[in-house]
């Protein structure tokens, strides 16, 4: 008689070992540095992601070294800052105009998420960018790593209600109360000083000892604009609106993009509403769900650690039971207000105080020289200038706020001496857009993405003016892997790379953001996502009904039958 197996619990994944041996995130990250090595291994590699920074290797750099008969990688690093709401003011945003010269490659990537990437930093450079970004009062802390990362918010300065501050407000408060209290980052980074006792003493009251599963990504927006895609957030806070204030939040759990080709026990997965707290119950509400996800997310296979799968695996009323044993208020149900508007906050507009705010449209994110195309010099030039604060859009985008009535026509003065589109000549398509960075940079990246996306919405541009669509509003995501970084599974298109220049065609979801997609079709060449979407396009333009958009017509049409027409070229 065979004995009766014994179900064992799966061994924690290497990841979580190198966390709790890291005497604070410290492992040996400043002894690493000080040899003058180029590079760091696996567990100072991941630890060094709490510090806001992500080794990577230059895949062009490689392959030209390899034509010339030389070897070996070519590292690197990006440095993400922290910087909640996308908020800044002109002195910051110039200090980190100055480091993308100084350190990194001459460009500044404002990223999908209200903040700043920068790339081709050596790790001589390291410490003195996160110590000059630390010293104009911004942080890289927590950007990346297995916590609560940038928190985001509506970035739209409207001055005459407050509830755009009182948003912008909690955003930071929830950033703050949230961050790690570990003194690692001080002390490796700004002046190698311990802050105290010794480092396994220290304690992280919210993240305990080896802090959580997987990142944590938090979000807040209004009903009538869902510019942040609150649905797509692992926490998301949906503000209730009252006599033009704030009175308290429906709160989303288990939003997040990321999948792995071949694996269907991982998925994309809209925010759930579990619970309703009032404001001053906020962060109260928001550490009970993190810490809920601290003692129960998967630290075995971090491929299905986010807390997407908590909620997915368990379904919202156990997560609201689960739950009541970590708030210290009685749990409210969500009120379940509807989310009606997307704002891309671009071009100009009044800010309710007499003043006015400026939105530019950066393509891709990516602040550069390039030719006649000057972005980085226009923007400098301009915020310098006007001494304006700054704030960055979850499309990738920048606002110029505070502005003097006479700002307009220095501002498009500027940008058109320097080759910049003004947003009034942007095409919907391209205002829209998102692309993640993929190739060369990313280690996870199958295909081309922030390079490729232009070429496709300029043949997209196009096929839509051929069709007589070029006023319609949709959205097209492209990213270079299924971790889908900007969002591709609620836009109206997605595009996932799939393979070499092969990409996974995503339809049916759309700008509001509430919506899955569906994938469409596999295997699609670049070179023929407009040609596969054309005749489709003209199908939606006599078939729809009066107020239906793209993403609205494929998703009635339905899976099957949209599969059915793309292959049969509709």
């Known amino acids: 008689m065979s004995e009766p197996e014994v179900s064992k619990t799966p061994a924690p994944s290497p990841v979580e070992g190198m966390k709790a041996a890291s005497h604070g995130l410290r492992g040996g990250i400043a002894s ?24 990577q290797e230059d895949r062009d750099a490689r392959k030209s070294k390899r034509e010339d008969g030389q070897s070996g990688k070519f590292y690197m690093f990006m440095v993400r800052g922290r910087i909640p709401g996308g908020r800044m003011n002109a002195a910051q945003y110039l200090v980190l105009d100055g480091l993308a010269d100084s350190h990194a490659n001459g460009t500044i990537r404002l990223t999908s998420r209200q903040s700043i990437q920068f790339y081709g930093i050596l790790m001589a450079g390291l410490k003195p960018v996160i110590a000059a970004m630390n010293e104009c009062l911004l942080s890289t802390l927590a950007a990346c790593g297995d916590v ?12 005459n209600s407050k509830v755009h501050d009182q948003l912008q407000a909690d955003c930071h408060a929830l950033a703050m109360h949230l961050a790690p209290r570990t003194s690692a980052y001080h002390e490796i980074w700004i002046d190698g000083k311990s802050q105290g006792g010794a480092p396994e003493e220290e304690i992280e009251p919210i993240y305990g000892k080896v802090y ?15 510019c942040i895609d609150i649905f797509a957030q692992d ?6 609106v009252h006599n033009g204030e704030i009175v308290g939040y429906d709160v989303l759990v288990g939003g997040g993009m990321g999948r792995t080709h071949g694996r269907v026990d991982t998925f994309a997965h809209l925010g759930q509403r579990i619970l309703y707290c009032t404001r001053d119950q906020l962060l109260q509400a928001a550490e009970a769900i993190v810490k809920l996800y601290r003692d129960n997310g998967n630290r075995a296979d ?15 009323e156990k997560i609201r039971e689960m739950l009541k044993d970590y708030l210290p208020f009685p749990l409210q149900l969500p009120k379940d207000m509807p989310v009606t508007g997307y704002d891309s906050h671009l071009g100009w507009n009044e800010q309710g105080d007499g003043r006015y705010w400026y939105g530019i449209s950066v393509e891709n994110g990516r602040v550069k020289d390039d030719g006649a195309f000057r972005l980085r010099t226009a923007l400098r030039t301009l915020i310098s200038d006007l001494s ?14 505070d502005l003097d009535h006479s700002a307009l026509p220095k501002i498009e003065k500027i940008l058109r001496e320097h080759g910049v589109q003004l947003p009034g000549d942007v095409s919907n398509v391209q ?22 996306l232009p070429t496709v919405i300029d043949e997209m541009e196009v096929a839509l003016k051929d069709l007589g669509l070029e006023n319609e509003k949709f959205s097209i995501r492209m990213t270079g892997c299924p971790n889908g970084c900007v969002r591709p599974y609620t836009s109206d298109i997605g595009l996932v790379g799939r393979s070499g220049d092969k990409y996974l065609m995503f339809l049916g979801g759309r700008i509001l953001g509430d919506r899955q997609n569906f994938q469409a079709k596999d295997l699609v060449p670049r070179a023929e996502i407009v040609s596969t979407l ?7 333009k006599h078939e729809r009904t009066e107020t239906e958009s793209f993403g609205d017509y494929c998703h009635r049409l339905g899976q099957e039958q949209v599969k059915t027409l793309l292959t049969t070229g509709a």
């Open 388 to 401: 304006c604060e700054v704030r960055l859009t979850a499309q990738q985008d920048i606002l110029l706020c």
């Open 534 to 540: 054309k005749p489709l396009l003209a199908r939606f």
């Open 302 to 316: 971090r491929k299905r650690a986010r807390i997407k799968y908590l909620v997915a695996d368990l379904g919202v």
């Open 148 to 159: 609560n990362r940038n928190v985001m918010a509506c970035p739209a300065p409207i001055r």
């Open 32 to 55: 690493i540095m000080a040899s003058g090595a180029d590079h760091f291994e696996e567990t100072e590699k991941q630890l060094l992601k709490f510090h806001g920074s992500y080794q």
């Open 235 to 240: 926490l998301g806070l949906l503000a209730d």
């Open 431 to 452: 205002r829209y857009s998102l692309a993640c960075p993929a190739i060369p940079t990313c280690s996870l990246a199958i295909c081309e993405s922030e390079r490729t």
């Open 212 to 226: 959580l599963p997987r990142k944590f990504k938090t979000g807040f927006a209004l009903p009538n604009d869902n």
